[in-house]
């Protein structure tokens, strides 16, 4: 009887041992297993009709034509198109270029399909205020969505500087 006891006893310690193993295993394994999240990726989409704070509702790409007719709160000045081109550079200038020339001016434009120029004259009188802000913040076919990265104020100082770029 007595060796009976400790073979359950050995079994139990044995199947407690595997259990730890697993666990240790699995904690220090856990790092190469989990996604990793790059600044500038889009991870998470906002559910549809979500307003974020302190923000305004976010249109959807495919009512682009309702965002056409939004106008822009931000008035052109200075100020407005020093943090969009701030906004910019950050956010743009690796496609679009630092002058907004596009093409492959920017060195992320070289791997994928050429940007359009920003100043061209023509693509400015197409596009309103609010279908700039709106490609910005939901994306476009190529172009990411920067919506979650940028807050609609921003995003529309973007458009400032995109406007004072085209005076140029």
Known sequence: MKYVFILCLLIVAAAGGLMGAAVVVRWN??????PRIVPGERVFR??????PRGGDLIIPREQRDVATKAPNPVKMSDASVAIGREHFTTFCAPCHGAEGKGGVTGPVAT????PPDLTNPELQKQRTDGYWHSYIVVGGAVMPAYGEALSSQEAWHIVNFLRALAKK
Not at 46 to 51: E, L, S, W, Y
């Open 29 to 34: 394994d856990n790092m190469t297993q989990t």
């Open 46 to 51: 906002m559910p549809a009709g979500v307003v």
């Open 111 to 114: 791997k994928f399909i050429p």
